[in-house]
Nanobody, 121 residues
Framework: QVQLVESGGGLVQAGGSLRLSCAAS????????MGWHRQAPGKQRELVAA???????NYADSVKGRFTISRDNAVNTVYLQMNSLKPEDTAVYYC???????????????WGQGTQVTVSS
């Protein structure tokens, strides 16, 4: 059984920083892509940032230059460093792991439970 456990959310003032972590545990051979999505009240879930196994990254336009995604493949963990936070960044942030291989031909996607990030003005 694979689990994604997020940590690092909380309350911060505008202009502040937070670092989110998401650790994947279980019988894992490899993970293709890892990323962060967020969902604000009344809005659809949206991609924030993603990173491939090889380190290629992709960011939403709204966070470019402020957020940095990274991963440590040795411990199956993805990080999101969030700087210059704005009130509009307030949302529940969800970790996502795509194509988690538990054997050579057996893979699926997983989601974390979510962690609240609140940015006060």
């Amino acid at each position: 059984q694979v689990q994604l456990v997020e940590s690092g959310g909380g309350l911060v003032q505008a202009g502040g920083s937070l670092r989110l972590s998401c650790a994947a545990s279980g019988r894992i051979l490899s993970i293709a892509d890892m990323g962060w999505h967020r969902q604000a009240p009344g809005k659809q879930r949206e991609l924030v940032a993603a990173i491939t196994n090889g380190g290629s990254t992709n960011y939403a336009d709204s966070v470019k230059g402020r957020f940095t995604i990274s991963r440590d493949n040795a411990v199956n963990t993805v990080y999101l460093q969030m700087n210059s936070l704005k009130p509009e960044d307030t949302a529940v942030y969800y970790c996502n792991a795509k194509r988690v291989f538990i054997s050579t031909f057996n893979y699926r996607d997983y989601w974390g439970q979510g962690t609240q990030v609140t940015v006060s003005s």
